[in-house]
């Protein structure tokens, strides 16, 4: 990613995270609706889910311009992932419904620009977690 597009995602996620909650919820309503076999994969409150969810996704925004300490903490979460049941067809439609809910939640301030950076960080964090699950796949 260049200076550029972390410092685009970085600035959205701050105007995102006023509208944490309804984001996190439209996110989970267009996933499940884009896949509804991934609702099984989400055990207990959704509004905790949410939570969980925001969280890291903060972890992860923040840590982009220091790439090199958010890999162990992305891999990590890959092969917890692996183990729910996630497979590389769900990071494609993940990245459908964040996108969306970008969308929804900052309205005109999603720019192609933003757009762009949000892909290509999504692209970065989905392929690390799915390289992750990987090496956690070929070790087992």
Request: no cysteine; proline share 4%.
């Amino acid at each position: 990613m260049t200076p550029r597009q972390i410092a685009l995602v970085q600035g959205s996620w701050k105007d995102v995270l006023a509208v944490a909650e309804t984001a996190a919820q439209l996110f989970y309503l267009r996933l499940f609706a884009l896949d509804p076999s991934l609702r099984p994969m989400f055990r207990g409150e959704m509004r905790e889910q949410g939570r969980k969810l925001i969280a890291m996704m903060s972890v992860a925004v923040n840590g982009l311009a220091r790439i090199e300490t958010l890999t162990p903490v992305i891999e990590v979460l890959g092969r917890r992932h692996a183990g729910y049941g996630v497979n590389d067809e769900h990071y494609a439609t993940v990245a459908t419904a964040l996108l969306w809910a970008l969308e929804q939640g900052l309205g005109a301030r999603f720019t192609p620009d933003v757009r762009d950076a949000w892909a290509a960080a999504y692209g970065l964090l989905a392929r690390t977690m799915q390289g992750a699950a990987r090496q956690e796949a070929k070790a087992a």
